[in-house]
T-cell receptor, first 114, second 115 residues
Framework: KAGVTQTPRYLIKTRGQQVTLSCSPISGHRSVSWYQQTPGQGLQFLFEYFSETQRNKGNFPGRFSGRQFSNSRSEMNVSTLELGDSALYLC?????????????FGPGTRLTVT | AQSVAQPEDQVNVAEGNPLTVKCTYSVSGNPYLFWYVQYPNRGLQFLLKYITGDNLVKGSYGFEAEFNKSQTSFHLKKPSALVSDSALYFCAVRALQTGANNLFFGTGTRLTVIP
């Protein structure tokens, strides 16, 4: 079974631009979560989608948004990029929304904002 | 609120020796605890989880973890370390809200296994 895939793997953007990252979950997984990883803040939860609905959201500004499609693929968008948005963005999928299910992570998208 | 703490930023161990990576947690109610490992330029790989039941949980690559409720700990262990175990290890706890699926991660412990 294929793992979680994320595209693109690397991205360089300029401050003020916007960016869209894509995530394809493991087949059969309906829950997709997004995390931001930085050296200073560590791993922080952005949001979770389940059956095309945002079910939970972390403490990030409204510039960060996401969506999920009917095939469970998910995208996240960051508008008006800031230098501090430079990070590794990780997508994770799980079978269901139940707390007992582990999340499987993709390789991440490395975003650099200049 | 829920959180985990990994008190050691760095752990060094000689190849063949047992290793321990420490994690303590703070939650209201029963915890769901997880260990993940991250290799350079890679995402996180699931190692093991504790949901309920036996306090000793066995996971991938020979790792195991012991849940200790009285000490609110969930330390990761391996009887004999390999050089290939060198990586960044994260402990995580699950949020308790109904249906919520997000993990709260510790700050990570960098394990270096010395040949």
């Amino acid at each position: 079974k294929a793992g979680v895939t994320q595209t693109p793997r690397y991205l360089i953007k300029t401050r003020g631009q916007q960016v869209t990252l894509s995530c394809s979950p493991i087949s059969g997984h309906r829950s997709v979560s997004w995390y931001q990883q930085t050296p200073g803040q560590g791993l922080q939860f952005l949001f979770e989608y389940f059956s095309e609905t945002q079910r939970n959201k972390g403490n990030f500004p409204g510039r960060f948004s996401g969506r999920q499609f009917s095939n469970s693929r998910s995208e996240m968008n960051v508008s008006t990029l800031e230098l501090g948005d430079s990070a590794l963005y990780l997508c994770a999928s799980s079978f269901s929304g139940g707390a007992i299910y582990e999340q499987y992570f993709g390789p991440g998208t490395r975003l650099t904002v200049t | 609120a829920q959180s985990v703490a990994q008190p050691e930023d760095q752990v060094n161990v000689a190849e063949g020796n047992p290793l321990t990576v420490k994690c303590t947690y703070s939650v209201s109610g029963n915890p769901y605890l997880f260990w993940y490992v991250q290799y350079p330029n890679r995402g996180l790989q699931f190692l093991l989880k504790y949901i309920t039941g036996d306090n000793l949980v066995k996971g991938s690559y020979g790792f195991e973890a012991e849940f200790n409720k009285s000490q609110t700990s969930f330390h990761l262990k391996k009887p004999s370390a390999l050089v290939s175990d060198s990586a960044l290890y994260f402990c995580a706890v699950r949020a308790l809200q109904t249906g919520a699926n997000n993990l709260f991660f510790g700050t990570g412990t960098r394990l270096t296994v010395i040949p």
